[in-house]
């Protein structure tokens, strides 16, 4: 079963995507993410002008093999570029495989662990009664997890808030400005999730995500505070490039962290997961190598009693969301998925096996994947160029983001 064509194809339906299609001799083709938002083409370029060559002949079945000829074959290796094409090979390969043995490629990886993957929504509102109403809309919805953000008073286009219930926050044209202070930020948040639990009882689950804001003694503050109100998480309470941070924050709270959607690599991982910094591991496959390699990185997880949590905002194409289900139903430390759906056009562009029902997800009984791009409506949405908005504080310093 040789690989006998490779196609990058970058589209643009509500929101830019870079897919590569990947084709055998015997006719199965095979779909990965490669989507890398606000770089896209530089993986596009990566995948046409460095990759596909090197694929053209090679035995498609052999996923670990190749998964390792172009890690270690770059000699540079990691990196966002590189792991984002590492890991639309390894799942388009994948898909071919569960294509060419008809089963769906959570069997392939081992089975069922679960009858379904619990997955946990978006809220957002500029006040803290808007937030509650918006809960209240996912709550009616048969969400169990709800993910809940609030505008930062004077604060115009706080991270993470929208005016529908669709939240996408990259922006077409040059990367926007936003505004930033976490001294403002630092006193709302425990009042939302104190009214969130008054208004829904204990049970539903309630996360936020800090998106990487806070010094660690300023989130190790933030922890403490939202104790009594017993989150789900607090995802990204402080940028991880320095791991050791962590240690601070968890001498001060017992609130669960999540951490690691911008990683690449287990090594990435690897500091939080074996000193238990952290409880929940964001990697997922488009921006953490591939099914092969997140597997890996759940392995080493598990381990240590972390759970996993794949990011899955509406940058993850529906490619990267099939490829998460799988992965979320069939690995046995799973935490819970993100789910933002996307937009009309995003699914005609990707027909799509994966259901919703009752809070939680499921990939569907398809072989393969479950999951189809129709390149002629494709062709019609072209790439355009967008960046997530930048964030400085009020006296104009970058903050991170
Ligand atoms: O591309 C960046 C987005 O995916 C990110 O801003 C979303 O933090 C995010 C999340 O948790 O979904
Ligand atoms: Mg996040």
């Given at each position: 079963?040789?690989?006998?064509?490779?196609?990058?194809?970058?589209?643009?339906?509500?929101r830019?995507?870079?897919?590569?299609?990947?084709?055998?001799?015997?006719?199965?083709?095979g779909?990965?993410?490669?989507?890398?938002?606000?770089?896209?083409?530089?993986?596009?370029?990566?995948?046409?002008?460095?990759?596909?060559?090197?694929?053209?002949?090679?035995?498609?079945?052999?996923?670990?093999?190749?998964?390792?000829?172009?890690?270690?074959?770059?000699?540079?290796?990691?990196?966002?570029?590189?792991?984002?094409?590492?890991?639309?090979?390894?799942?388009?390969?994948?898909?071919?495989?569960?294509?060419?043995?008809?089963?769906?490629?959570?069997?392939?990886?081992?089975?069922?662990?679960?009858?379904?993957?619990?997955?946990?929504?978006?809220?957002?509102?500029?006040?803290?009664?808007?937030?509650?109403?918006?809960v209240?809309?996912?709550?009616?919805?048969?969400?169990?997890?709800?993910?809940?953000?609030?505008?930062v008073?004077?604060?115009?286009n706080?991270?993470?808030?929208?005016?529908?219930?669709?939240?996408?926050?990259?922006?077409?044209?040059?990367?926007?400005?936003?505004?930033?202070?976490?001294?403002?930020?630092?006193?709302?948040?425990?009042?939302?999730?104190?009214?969130?639990?008054?208004?829904?009882?204990?049970?539903?689950?309630?996360?936020?995500?800090?998106?990487h804001?806070?010094?660690?003694?300023?989130?190790?503050?933030?922890?403490r505070?939202?104790?009594?109100?017993?989150?789900?998480?607090?995802?990204?309470?402080?940028?991880?490039?320095?791991?050791e941070?962590?240690?601070?924050?968890?001498?001060?709270?017992?609130?669960?962290?999540?951490?690691?959607?911008?990683?690449?690599?287990?090594?990435?991982?690897?500091?939080?997961?074996?000193?238990?910094?952290?409880?929940?591991?964001?990697?997922?496959?488009?921006?953490?190598?591939?099914?092969?390699?997140?597997?890996?990185?759940?392995?080493?997880?598990?381990?240590?009693?972390?759970?996993?949590?794949?990011h899955?905002?509406?940058?993850?194409?529906?490619?990267?969301?099939?490829?998460?289900?799988?992965?979320?139903l069939?690995?046995?430390?799973?935490?819970?998925?993100?789910?933002?759906p996307?937009?009309?056009?995003?699914?005609?562009?990707?027909?799509?096996?994966?259901?919703?029902?009752?809070?939680?997800?499921?990939?569907?009984?398809?072989?393969?994947l479950?999951?189809?791009?129709?390149?002629a409506?494709?062709?019609?949405?072209?790439?355009?160029?967008?960046?997530?908005?930048?964030?400085?504080?009020?006296?104009?310093?970058?903050?991170?983001?």
């Amino acid at each position: 079963m040789r690989i006998s064509d490779g196609k990058v194809i970058t589209c643009s339906p509500g929101r830019n995507f870079v897919i590569l299609k990947l084709e055998t001799e015997d006719g199965v083709y095979g779909l990965g993410d490669a989507t890398v938002n606000g770089r896209e083409l530089a993986v596009a370029s990566y995948l046409n002008d460095h990759v596909i060559p090197l694929l053209i002949g090679r035995d498609a079945r052999r996923i670990e093999d190749i998964w390792q000829f172009l890690y270690k074959g770059a000699y540079w290796r990691r990196g966002p570029v590189t792991m984002a094409a590492i890991a639309a090979v390894d799942v388009a390969l994948w898909d071919i495989k569960g294509k060419s043995l008809d089963a769906p490629v959570y069997q392939l990886l081992g089975g069922a662990s679960r009858d379904a993957v619990m997955v946990y929504g978006h809220a957002s509102g500029e006040t803290i009664d808007e937030t509650i109403e918006s809960v209240g809309r996912y709550v009616e919805r048969g969400y169990r997890a709800v993910r809940a953000q609030c505008t930062v008073p004077g604060m115009a286009n706080t991270y993470g808030v929208t005016h529908g219930d669709a939240y996408e926050p990259a922006e077409r044209g040059l990367a926007p400005e936003t505004q930033w202070s976490s001294e403002r930020y630092l006193p709302i948040v425990p009042p939302l999730f104190e009214r969130l639990r008054a208004e829904f009882g204990s049970e539903l689950h309630l996360l936020h995500d800090v998106h990487h804001r806070l010094t660690p003694i300023e989130a190790a503050r933030l922890g403490r505070s939202l104790e009594p109100h017993h989150l789900f998480w607090l995802e990204d309470p402080t940028p991880a490039e320095n791991q050791e941070s962590f240690r601070l924050i968890r001498q001060h709270t017992t609130t669960p962290l999540a951490v690691g959607e911008v990683f690449n690599s287990i090594h990435d991982c690897r500091q939080l997961v074996q000193e238990q910094l952290i409880d929940y591991i964001r990697t997922t496959a488009v921006h953490a190598g591939g099914l092969s390699h997140l597997r890996k990185i759940a392995s080493l997880a598990e381990l240590y009693q972390v759970r996993t949590g794949c990011h899955g905002a509406t940058d993850l194409s529906p490619v990267c969301m099939a490829a998460a289900l799988h992965f979320d139903l069939s690995v046995h430390n799973f935490g819970i998925q993100e789910y933002m759906p996307h937009t009309a056009e995003t699914d005609r562009v990707f027909p799509h096996r994966y259901t919703f029902a009752a809070g939680s997800m499921h990939p569907g009984d398809a072989p393969g994947l479950g999951v189809d791009i129709d390149e002629a409506l494709a062709a019609t949405f072209p790439y355009q160029r967008a960046y997530l908005p930048i964030a400085r504080r009020q006296d104009g310093t970058m903050h991170d983001w």
